[in-house]
């Protein structure tokens, strides 16, 4: 799932972000979204999130957990 919609983005969500500095390589970073900071529904290059441990970046990929059985 991509990280262009806001609606599909909550704080506790795993996702995989990319941060301003890796733009150029793509290199991702996991983790945990604390905040959403971009006000828009939609952003064709990704949700900028903040994570639990306070990196900012957009999100490229959201991590979707298998069902707990």
Do not use: A, C
């Not at 301003?20 to 900071?37: A, C, N, R, Y």
């Amino acid at each position: 799932m991509s990280g262009q919609n806001r609606k599909d983005i909550t704080p506790g969500t795993e996702v995989d972000i990319v941060l301003k500095k890796d733009q150029k390589t793509g290199i991702l970073t996991s983790g945990i979204v604390k905040d959403i900071l971009t006000n828009s529904s939609f952003h064709p290059h990704g949700i900028k999130v903040r994570l639990t441990d306070g990196q900012v970046g957009r999100v490229k990929k959201i991590r979707v957990s298998p069902p707990l059985t």
